[in-house]
């Protein structure tokens, strides 16, 4: 995700009037100290945090390593043989599965709920209020939370199921159903996050587009075709990069609820790698994994905005 | 004052909706009040009969919870503060001061947002085993002190503020920290808010770290010792409940308190793009 242009109103980039012939040397030093003095600390501790490991592992992905006996050099094998680890493997499919499935849905949901929250009628705040709280539960509580909401036996979902006449399921106990259920969760979850996202969005639409536009003729099917959608554009931009990555991220849920079971069906490559490393302590070969998972993010990310650019929508 | 609204036939479709997302949590408090014998009882009972306070003292009596709720209050606090501090210097300096580097800087502080967790992690553990770290407090706070959606976020909230208020501050003969401090971060109050929500969302929920870093039970942050206690033992839904009660309901209350600012801020600071 990156800033390459300064967005329109970027008064900093703006090039002061009295600069057009060179300020005196020590004001230039003086200058740039300020600006490093107020940026420096946390750029360094990100970037500390950040280039630093990455660069470390992608050595480390390159070792066979417990991280307690010394390190031995293996080249590209960690890479190689992930193609041939059904692990990997799975570990993938689930991973895409998961991300196809969630980020649609929370972008979907999100601009429908936002839709509705954007009344005014009464009570319009305690609706918004119970929309976001589960977002702001964690991932490891409301993992709990489902295992016993979703519990085969006595959960809540399965009696409204037999009260409604139809047979009750295994949810997270089923192969085949576990991470249907994972995702219906996560949305429960994370789907607070676009809502706002979109509600924000909407309240900056200018009144008068709608009105001319009713004016016009438009019902609201078509108000909403053409002239709140193209306005929702970048939000949504942003939004599929940042549920992209945090789908692709997705752990605590996984560890709470199923840890990659049943029958490694919910095992995803950011659990894969947690296993990999600090259960087994493979460092070397998970750092591999974890490094093909970056690679795959970077150019996600990159096909997203460059994508919109094209379109000429700018988001970051 | 408030004028009355007409029934809006919107009160049809969200109000199942809030409810939907809503009355896991408000199950989750009930089942906490219950009995074991009643959790676990067919068909499922959703109003506990009476008030029964086992799952809640089981928990305290048999695990560390209290010490778990101090650990993660030190551990928010510390990187809400840290984060307020750094990340809204940073959002200021890249927003308004000239410096060199400072396009690229900013473009690589925005580029880590895409590095996995899991592949940091890897190389973080070893560092900080090497540094002495690893199994205290500071292991789970280090990695939260600044991050760079608090820099992003800061940032466009300042790109967004009019210029000329600073401008008549620094006619008037104050430096940039004097400007800042006086003129910039009194107006930007909503937007320190929302950051100071989102990093306690973060730092408070965060799992994954914490349960790699500490392996003492007595460090743990609620988050880990919730997700230990939950793998430990057969499941005992009450104690589980009661943890999770703990764990989630001082973030609701804080978001409660905060949440006003909370669209507002989010307009404002371009976040939406």
Redesign the interface.
Known sequence: ????TP?R????GRRPPVAANRPPRGRAVR?????????????V???G??????V??FF?SRTKWN?VAPATDVGWRNYSRLADDPGALDAARQTLLLTVTFVPGSIVLGIL?AV??N??????A?????????Y??????TG??????FSP????VN?AL?HLGLPAQQFLESPSQALLTLVVIAL?GEV?FTT??Y???L??IPSELVEAAVVDGAGPWRVFRHVTLPHLR??T??ATVWQT?TA??L??LI??TTRGGPLNTTQTV?YY??EL??QTRR?GY??AL??L??VV??LL?AAVIIYNRRRG?E?? | MRRKLPFSPWHLLLMPLALLFVLPLVQMVLTSLMPEAQITQLPPDFIPHGLHLDGYSKLFSESHIVRWFFNTVFVSAVTVVSHLVLCSLAGYGFARLRFPGRGLAFMAVLATVMIPIQLLMIPTYIMFARIGIVDTLGAAIVPWLASAFGIFLMRQFFLSLPVELEEAAVLDGAGALRTFVSVVLPLARPALATLAVFTLLSSWNDLLWPLIAITDDEKYTLQVGLASFQGMRRTEWGQLMAGNVIATVPLIVAFLFAQRRFIATMTFSGLKG
């Not at chain 1, 945090?49 to 990455?54: E, G, I, K, T």
């Not at chain 1, 036996?153 to 809540?156: A, D, P, T, Y």
């Open positions: 995700m990156s800033v390459a967005p109103f970027a008064v900093g200058r740039a100290l300020t600006g490093w003095a107020f940026a420096g600390p946390a750029t501790i990100v970037l945090l950040s280039v630093f490991p990455a470390w592992a480390i991280g709920i509705a929250l009344r005014k009628i009464r009570f319009i305690f609706y918004r209020t119970c929309i976001f709280v589960p702001v539960a964690s991932a490891a509580a709990i939370l489902a295992g016993y909401v036996q006595f959960g809540i009696a037999r429960w607070g706002v996202l509600l924000a969005a309240q900056d970048p939000v931009v942003f990555i692709l991220q752990f605590d560890y709470t950011v790698v947690y490393a600090f460092l998970g750092a974890a490094y998972l970056f993010t970077l990310t929508s988001a970051f």
